[in-house]
Each structure stands twice: as structure tokens, then as C-alpha cells.
């Protein structure tokens, strides 16, 4: 898809991050979670407190993918101590790529993804990793064509529901 636009997300985008957050997660999770876990998942995880301290984060930046003004997509990475895990400071983790499930399979994730890895060279990382549903096939699948492997799992907790991630990496 061409003329994808990347652009850092700061604290004038809060309310379009708290749309575009929360509408790609329902699209991705809605089918396999129960309404009530979703819906807390949903105001916890994407409130504008929780927003604006992901954004002020030094180890955390976030960029939106635009098309024609239109916000379809959105990346996540974490640097250092802000990573979910793995405290590494040879390590950037990406927390999250999403995309609007309109927009699946026309390459804007693989947009964000080739910004995540541009940063994280620049950043002389020297890996990336990341956490994936474990039924999620199709980000799965996406990672493995990137060239990222399986090395662990660990559990994700959405409302009152225990779901497993496989933890997946890729040496730069």
C-alpha cells in the first residue's frame, strides 16, 4: 500500500490513540473473550491516564501508520527498563502492531514493523522481541516470514482470563 505515512504519536494524539487502540484490539480479541473481560480490558488498558504515561515514557515510542488522514494502524515499542519483560538494555521490545482489520494484509503492519526495526538499529539493539497470543495465527505467521523465532512463553492476563503468549525474537 503506498503513501503510508509514519508519524510519533504525542500527547495532542491522546484521544486518537485511545480510539485507534481500542478499536484494533476489540477487532483482534473480541471473538475469543467474554464481553466483561473485554470491556474491562478495554477502559483499564486503553484510559487516557494509562495513555498519556506510555506516551511521556522516554523508553517507550509510539507512531501511528496514516493513509489519506486516516489513522489505520498503530506500533508500541518499549526500550530498557519500560519493556514488559526482558529488562535488557541490548533489547527493544515491540508491544504492539496493530491495524485495522480493513487495512489486514495490505502491508501496513509490515510498514510499522520495518520502522520498528529501523529504530531498533539505530538504537543498536541487538534483538528484538516481542509477545504474540498464541492464537493468533496470522501475527504469528507474520513474524515467523520476519525471520523471528519462539523462545518462551508466558501468560497474559485479559479481565479474569489467563491466556498464553509465545515469546518470539529476532537477532539483528
Known sequence: ME????????????????NIGRQTFFETFSEGNTEENMAKYLAEGFSIE?????IKNENSELYF??????IIGYLK?????????????????????YV??????????????????GIAKEKSADYVWLGVWEENPRAIRF??????????K???????????????????
Do not use: P
Not at 503513501?3 to 485511545?18: G, Y
Not at 501508520?65 to 486516516?70: R, S, T, V
Open 100 to 117: 485495522l482489520k480493513d487495512f489486514h494484509g495490505k502491508n501496513v503492519g509490515q510498514v510499522l514493523y520495518d520502522k520498528a526495526i
Open 154 to 172: 508466558h501468560i497474559f492476563k485479559l479481565g479474569e482470563d489467563e491466556q498464553t503468549d509465545i515469546m518470539m525474537k529476532l537477532k539483528l
Open 50 to 54: 494509562k495513555l498519556m504515561e506510555e
Open 77 to 97: 515499542l518499549n526500550f530498557g527498563r519500560s519493556q514488559t519483560e526482558i529488562k535488557d538494555n541490548k533489547a527493544l521490545e515491540i508491544e504492539r502492531i
Open 65 to 70: 501508520a496514516i493513509l489519506e488522514g486516516n
Open 143 to 152: 513474524y515467523k516470514k520476519n525471520g523471528f523465532v519462539e523462545f518462551d
Open 3 to 18: 503513501n503510508i505515512n509514519i508519524k510519533r504519536v504525542t500527547l495532542r494524539d491522546i484521544n486518537q490513540l485511545q
